[in-house]
C-alpha cells in the first residue's frame, strides 16, 4: 500500500472518555518492555519534525542506566504558521501529560520538563491546574515522577533538541555536536528523553487503542494520523488531523481555492511541490510533515515566499556555525541580486551548490534542512527568480 | 580504556575508545585544517572546516567533534571534503575584513593562511561584512576588532575555562551573532582582567594587545631622552620563537644586542627586580608570620598571596574585593623596575628623571594596563612609560633590520642588570615560590633549602595547583618562633585555578602560609603577550628553557646578588623600610563584577 485517499480522522481531540489518567493506570500494570514493543509495532515516528521511530528512542531510553533520567516534552513550536502544539496543550493536555507519565514509567525516568515556548505563556495557569490533577493521581498509583513547566528562551533554534537542553541549563541557545545524544548525555549531563507535544499526545493514543488499530491509518511507511497546520491560500486555514499517505493532489482538492500553484509541506525545513509533481508526490515521503503546511495560488511570488524563508533562516540561525551563519545571508542576498540583475541567472546554480555545502556540513537540522526549501523553490520557480 | 579499531584513508589504525577522529589522523600524520579548535580548549564544533567523509553517510562530520568509532571507514581528503571546506572558508572570507596588509597577525593569521592554502577566490560570495564596525580600543591592554571576527568563540572559551572570567561572550543570533562584552561595554568597564590569554588563543587580528612600539621608536630617535629598556626572564625563553629558532631556545645575548643595536641608552634586566620582590615579599611574609604567630594579631591575613601578576591582581579585585587583604602589598617587579629607574638609577647616573623614558618588554598584556594605573606614580614620575609584549618586541627586531640568527651575545649594563637564577626562574609557574623559599631559608635558618641543587622541584611541574610543605627546623635565634613550624605553600596558574584556591580562602578553609598565584597558564613562559601559537607542549619547552638559564647562573638566590645587596646598602636602607613601602609597595580595590 503505497498511498491512500485522503482521510480526515479525529482521535487526537476526541474527547477524554476514560476517568483522569486511566491509560496511565493500565500501563502500570503492564511490562515495560510490552509497552515499548507496542509503541515499536504501532510504527509511530516523531512529530518534531526528524521523524525518528518513537519506539526505538525509548527503548535507547530505558536501556540507559541513571539515578536521574528526564523526560522533556518539546512544545517550543517556533515556526511561523505552526499552532498544532499549542491546540493539543489547551484542548487535550491530559493526553500529552499521559504520554509523559508513560515513557517515565516505561524507561524508569524520575523527572519531566515541558518546555513551553516564550509566548505560550498564557497557557501556564490552565496546564498547571491539569498538572496537579496529574500529580494526584500520579500519587495514587504510586508513580514518582512529577512534571514542570520551564518557559522557553523565545528562538526558533530553542525548539532543536540540543539547544533546548542548554537553554534550559541557562545557557545560550546554541545546538550541540553529536553524538552524545541527548539519550546519552542531556540535560546536566544525564540521560534526557526529548519528545514532541504531538509524539506523546499519539502515544497516548496507541496507548488507548492498541497498536494494531493505530497501525491500521496511515500506510506501510508512515502509520497513524497525523496533524497539518495549515496556512495560506486556503479557505480552511486550522489545524486538520489526517491520516498519513495522502497524494498532493488530494490534498489540494481538498484544501486549495482551486487556484494553488504550489504547496510547502514541512514546514520552512521542507520543501516546496509545484502544481506538476502534486500527483506524484506524497506527503511524508522523501519529505518530512513536520511545521507548516502553506498553500500558495498563483497570485503569489515565490521570489517574496523564498525572500521570507531565508529572511527567517538569517535571523534565526543560532549563528555559530560558519556555513548556516554566513550561508544563509549569501543565499538571501544572492538571490537578491539575481532579482535586480546584479548577478547573471547562472549564480542562482552556485547558490543551490552552496545550500548542498551548508547540507553537510552545518552543525544542526537547521542549517542542513535549508536546501530544502531553496533548492526546491529556485529549481521549480527559476522564471521567478530573474527579472 | 578499550580500543576500537578504523580505517583513515586506507590505513588501518587502532585507538583509544573515545578519540576524536581528527586526534586520530593525527597519530598517522594525518593533518586536518581547523579554526575552532584549540587544544587548550573543549571541543567547539562550529567553524567546519575539519569536515571529513565518513563512508555510508551523506553528511561530512567535523573531525574536531566527531568520536571515532569501531569500522568507521574515513576520507579525510576528497573532492566533496575540498569543496566543502573551500565553501566553508569562502563564506569566513566572506564575513572578513580582508584588509590583510595592515592587520597585526598578518602572515600569523589561521583564516590567512587557509584561505591560502585553499587559493580562495575572492569574488565567489558576496561581501557580508557588517559596515562601520569599530575597534574597542578603550582598554589599555586589549583591542577588538569585530570585523576580523570569524566568531570560532574560543576567545570565550578562553575567557570562561581557562580563567574563569567570563568577560566574552557570544551575543546575538543569525547574521548579527558576535563576540561581546556584557552589555557590549568597552572593554575598560568590564570584568577582564587584561590577562591576553583571549588574544593568544584567537586565530586572526580579531583580538590584539594594544601596541605601544611606534611610541618607543620615537623616544629612542629623540636625542633628549634616554630610554632604559628592561626585558623579563620569560622573554627571553621565547622570543626565539618569533626570529627562527626552535621552541624553547633561549636567547638572552642576542636579545640584548638587538636592544642596543636599536639604540636604547641602558639595556637592563627585570630580573634585577624580581630578585627584590624576593627580598620585599619574602620580608613582608616573615612579618606577617611574626605577627600572626608571636603577636597574636589576628587583623593579620594568612595566607599572604603573591602580588606580581597583573591579570590575576585584576581578577582578585573584581572577584573577592572583599579578601585584598590577604595581597602582598609588594608592586610587580616591572613597576618596581620603573621606580627605581626614575630614582635610584637617575640619581647613580645623574640623569634627571623626566628625561628618562621607561620600557618595560614583558610576556603580558595585563602588564600595560597595570603600567597605566593612575597610582603607578610613586617617583613623582609614571614607573613605567610603555609596556611592550613580546610580540611588539618582536616586531621592532624585524623592523630594525637586524639579522636576530647572526647577532653576537651581549651583557646587560649596569646598574639593574644583574640577576640570580631565583629572578630568572619567575618566568614559570612555581617559580616565585621557589625563589622566595631559597631566600626565606636562608635567612630564618642560615642554610640552603634542603633541596639538591637548590631545586625544589615539588612546586615545579604543570599541574593546575600544587602545594608543598616545608619543615622549619634549627632556626637561628630571632626567628626562634618558626622553629618546627611546617610552612605549607601553594602555587596556581591560571585564573581557573586562581578561582579554585580563592574559594578556599574564602571559605576559611585555607591552610597555607603562603601561594604564588600567575594569571596565565604556565605562569608568565605562557602569557598573553608571548609569542603565538601556545600550547601545552610549547609551554613545557619555555618552562625547561627557564630552569636551564637558571641552573646557568652563577648566583641562584635573590639575596646574594650583588647589586640587591648594594642597593640595600645605598639606597633602600632595609626591606620594608621607609623608601621601599614608598617606592616599591602599592594598594589594591574593590572593583566591579560584570
Ligand atoms: C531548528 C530546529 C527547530 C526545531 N524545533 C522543534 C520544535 O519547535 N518542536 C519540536 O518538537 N521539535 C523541534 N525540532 C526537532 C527536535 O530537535 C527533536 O528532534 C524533536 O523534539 C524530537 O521529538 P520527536 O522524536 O517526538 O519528534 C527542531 C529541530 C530543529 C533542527
Ligand atoms: S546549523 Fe545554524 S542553527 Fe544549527 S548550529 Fe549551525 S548556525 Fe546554529
Ligand atoms: S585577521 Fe588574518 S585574514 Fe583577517 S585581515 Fe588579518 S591577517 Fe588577514
Ligand atoms: S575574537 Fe578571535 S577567538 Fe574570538 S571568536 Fe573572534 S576570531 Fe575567534
Ligand atoms: S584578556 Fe583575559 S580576562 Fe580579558 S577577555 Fe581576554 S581572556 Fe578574558
Ligand atoms: S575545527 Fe572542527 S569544527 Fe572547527
Redesign the pocket.
Known amino acids: 500500500m503505497s498511498n491512500t485517499k485522503l482521510k480526515k480522522v479525529d482521535i487526537i481531540f476526541s474527547p477524554y472518555s476514560v476517568a483522569p489518567y486511566e491509560i496511565l493506570r493500565w500501563m502500570m500494570e503492564k511490562d515495560k518492555q510490552d509497552i515499548i514493543d507496542n509503541l515499536i509495532e504501532s510504527g509511530l ?8 521511530p ?1 519506539g526505538l ?1 525509548w527503548k535507547f531510553m530505558a536501556s540507559e542506566q541513571g539515578d536521574e533520567k528526564y523526560i ?1 516534552c ?6 511561523p504558521g ?1 499552532f498544532k ?1 499549542r491546540k493539543l496543550l489547551v484542548e487535550v493536555p491530559r493526553k500529552v501529560i499521559s504520554g509523559m507519565a508513560i515513557a517515565a514509567f516505561a524507561t524508569n525516568s524520575t523527572k519531566g520538563y515541558i518546555y513551553l ?1 516564550a509566548e505560550y505563556n498564557s497557557l501556564i495557569p490552565s496546564l498547571k491546574r491539569e498538572l496537579d490533577v496529574y500529580h494526584e493521581y500520579a500519587a495514587k498509583f504510586g508513580l514518582d515522577f512529577t512534571i514542570e513547566i520551564f518557559s522557553g528562551a523565545g528562538a ?9 537542553i542548554e537553554s534550559m541549563e541557562g545557557k545560550r541557545g546554541e ?1 550541540r555536536n553529536k553524538p552524545p545524544y541527548p539519550i546519552q548525555n542531556g540535560y546536566k549531563g544525564k540521560p534526557t528523553l ?7 499526545a499519539s502515544v497516548s493514543m496507541v496507548c488507548r487503542y492498541g497498536a494494531e488499530k493505530y497501525k491500521s491509518y496511515g500506510t506501510d511507511d508512515q502509520r497513524g494520523s497525523k496533524l497539518f497546520s495549515l496556512s495560506g491560500d486556503s479557505l480552511k486555514e486550522g489545524v486538520h488531523e489526517l491520516e498519513l499517505g495522502m497524494k498532493i493532489s488530494d490534498f489540494v482538492e481538498e484544501f486549495g481555492d482551486g487556484d494553488t500553484k504550489a504547496v510547502q509541506i514541512g514546514g520552512v ?1 521542507g520543501f516546496c511541490i509545484p502544481r506538476k509533481k502534486f500527483h506524484e508526490t506524497v506527503i511524508g515521503e522523501g519529505n518530512t510533515t ?1 511545521g507548516a503546511t502553506m498553500i500558495f495560488n498563483s497570485s503569489r511570488s515565490m521570489y517574496n515566499v523564498l525572500h521570507n524563508y531565508l529572511d527567517f533562516f538569517a535571523e ?1 540561525s543560532c549563528g555559530q556555525c560558519t556555513p548556516c551563519r554566513v550561508g544563509t545571508q549569501q543565499l538571501l542576498k544572492g538571490i537578491e541580486a539575481v532579482k535586480s540583475g546584479d548577478k547573471p541567472i547562472a549564480y542562482l546554480d552556485d547558490l543551490v551548490k552552496l545550500s548542498r555545502t551548508m547540507k553537510i556540513t552545518s552543525k ?3 542549517g ?2 535549508v536546501t530544502n526549501s531553496f533548492s526546491s523553490i529556485v529549481e521549480n520557480f527559476k522564471e521567478e527568480m530573474h527579472h | 580504556m578499550s580500543k576500537i579499531k578504523l580505517t583513515i584513508d586506507s590505513q588501518l589504525i587502532e585507538v583509544e575508545q573515545g578519540v576524536t577522529i581528527l586526534d586520530a589522523a593525527k597519530m598517522i600524520n594525518v593533518n586536518i585544517p581547523t579554526l575552532c579548535h584549540h587544544e587548550d580548549l573543549c571541543v567547539s564544533g562550529n567553524c567546519r572546516v575539519c569536515v571529513v567523509e565518513v563512508a555510508g553517510r551523506e553528511r561530512l562530520e567535523a573531525s574536531c567533534a566527531t568520536p571515532a568509532e569501531e569500522g568507521m571507514d574515513i576520507l579525510t581528503n576528497s573532492a566533496k571534503i575540498r569543496n566543502a571546506r573551500k565553501d566553508v572558508v569562502s563564506l569566513l572570507v566572506s564575513e572578513h575584513n580582508t584588509q590583510c596588509t595592515t592587520c597585526y597577525r598578518n602572515t600569523n593569521c589561521e583564516l590567512q593562511d587557509l584561505a591560502a592554502e585553499y587559493n580562495v577566490d575572492g569574488d565567489k560570495y558576496m561581501s557580508v561584512l557588517k559596515p562601520n564596525i569599530e575597534i574597542d580600543k578603550s582598554s589599555w591592554s586589549i583591542e577588538k576588532d569585530d570585523s576580523k571576527c570569524i566568531r570560532c568563540q574560543r576567545c570565550v572559551r578562553t575567557c570562561a575555562e581557562l580563567q574563569h572570567v567570563n568577560a566574552l561572550t557570544a551575543s546575538h543570533k543569525g547574521h548579527e551573532m558576535k563576540i561581546s562584552t556584557f552589555m557590549d561595554l568597552p572593554f575598560n568597564e568590564v570584568v577582564c582582567t587584561n590577562c591576553g590569554q583571549c588574544v593568544n588563543h584567537c586565530p586572526t587580528g580579531a583580538l590584539t594587545e594594544r601596541r605601544y612600539f611606534d611610541n618607543v621608536w620615537e623616544a629612542i630617535g629623540d636625542p633628549d631622552k634616554h630610554v632604559v629598556m628592561n626585558t623579563a626572564p620569560s622573554v627571553r625563553v621565547a622570543l626565539g620563537e618569533m626570529l627562527g629558532f626552535e621552541v624553547g631556545t633561549r636567547v638572552t645575548g642576542k636579545m640584548v644586542t638587538a636592544m642596543r643595536k636599536m639604540g636604547a641608552d641602558s639595556i637592563l634586566d627585570t630580573d634585577f627586580s624580581a630578585d627584590l620582590t624576593i627580598i620585599e615579599e619574602g620580608n613582608e611574609l616573615l612579618t606577617r608570620l611574626k605577627k600572626a604567630l608571636v603577636d597574636g594579631d589576628t587583623s593579620v591575613k594568612l595566607p599572604m598571596i603573591t602580588s606580581c601578576s597583573p591579570g590575576w591582581v585584576k581578577f582578585i579585585e573584581h572577584m573577592f574585593p572583599e579578601h585584598l587583604g590577604h595581597l602582598s602589598t609588594c608592586k610587580s617587579p616591572q613597576q618596581m623596575f620603573g621606580a627605581l629607574t626614575k630614582t635610584y638609577y637617575a640619581e647613580q647616573k645623574g640623569l634627571d628623571p623626566k628625561d628618562i623614558v621607561s620600557v618595560a618588554i614583558m610576556p603580558c598584556a595585563a602588564k600595560k594596563y597595570e603600567a597605566n594605573r593612575p597610582e603607578m606614580n610613586d617617583s613623582g614620575y609614571r614607573d613605567i612609560d610603555a609596556g611592550l609584549t613580546t610580540r611588539e618586541f618582536g616586531l621592532m627586531i624585524k623592523q630594525a633590520g637586524l639579522d636576530f640568527k647572526n647577532l653576537e651575545d651581549s651583557d646587560f649594563d649596569s646598574i639593574m642588570g644583574e640577576s640570580s637564577g631565583a629572578g630568572v626562574i619567575f618566568g614559570a609557574t612555581g617559580g616565585v615560590m621557589e625563589a622566595a623559599l631559597r631566600t626565606a631559608y636562608a635567612v630564618v635558618t642560615g642554610r640552603d633549602v634542603p633541596f639538591e641543587n637548590l631545586n625544589i622541584t615539588a612546586v615545579r611541574g604543570t599541574e593546575g595547583i600544587r602545594n608543598a610543605s616545608i619543615k622549619i627546623e634549627d632556626c637561628l635565634p630571632e626567628w626562634n618562633f618558626l622553629e618546627g613550624v611546617d610552612l605549607n605553600v601553594a602555587v596556581a596558574h591560571g585564573l581557573k585555578n586562581a578561582r579554585i584556591i580563592m574559594d578556599e580562602v574564602a571559605a576559611g578553609k585555607s591552610n597555607y602560609h603562603f601561594i604564588e598565584v600567575m594569571g596565565c597558564p604556565g605562569g608568565c613562559i605562557g602569557g598573553g603577550g608571548q609569542p603565538i601559537p601556545t600550547n601545552a607542549e610549547i609551554r613545557a619547552k619555555r618552562i625547561e628553557a627557564i630552569y636551564e638559564e637558571d641552573m646557568s647562573k652563577p648566583i641562584r638566590k635573590s639575596h646574594e646578588n650583588p647589586e640587591i645587596v648594594k642597593i640595600y646598602k645605598e639606597f633602600l636602607g632595609e626591606p620594608l623600610g621607609e623608601k621601599s613601602h614608598h617606592l616599591l609597595h602599592t594598594h589594591y580595590r574593590k572593583r566591579n563584577r560584570y
Open positions: 515516528r516523531g512529530r518534531g519534525g526528524a521523524g525518528f518513537t528512542k522533556i518539546n512544545a517550543d513550536e517556533g515556526e505552526t502544539d515556548r526558533y533554534v530553542c525548539g532543536e533538541e540540543t539547544a533546548l545546538p526529548v519528545n514532541n507535544v504531538e509524539t506523546l525545513a513536520g534565526e544542526c537540522g537547521l542542513q534542512s
